[in-house]
Nanobody, 113 residues
Framework: VQLQASGGGLVQAGGSLRLSCTAS????????MGWYRQAPGKQRELVAY??????DYADSVKGRFTVSRDNNKNTLYLQVSGLRPEDTGIYYC?????????WGQGTQVTVSS
């Protein structure tokens, strides 16, 4: 399974982006899919995930980010709005199938103040 993330870029504070993560094989069979991010000098952290009927977000992004999943397109989305400089980082998508965990290559999001 390969995950291809895209949609990152340079935006001003308050701006929006839509990140996409497309899986090379059927996304409908994954137990969970999610987005993580890693800021410079910091550990990778969970941003949002969908597992079955459950959707959850990191407290820092609640109300600003929305995760959605289109199994027909094997794609996971992350709509990010109200961006802040502290949202800057590389955003990675993750998919889990049983005990296996797959990672995309990441897409850079840079928010200028």
């Amino acid at each position: 399974v390969q995950l291809q993330a895209s949609g990152g870029g340079l935006v001003q504070a308050g701006g929006s982006l839509r990140l996409s993560c497309t899986a090379s094989s059927s996304g409908g069979r994954f137990n969970a899919m999610g987005w993580y991010r890693q800021a410079p000098g910091k550990q990778r952290e969970l941003v949002a995930y969908k597992s079955g009927g459950v959707t959850d977000y990191a407290d820092s992004v609640k109300g600003r980010f929305t995760v959605s999943r289109d199994n027909n397109k094997n794609t996971l989305y992350l709509q990010v709005s109200g961006l802040r400089p502290e949202d800057t980082g590389i955003y990675y998508c993750n998919a889990r199938l049983g005990w296996q965990s797959f990672w995309g290559q990441g897409t850079q999001v840079t928010v200028s103040s």
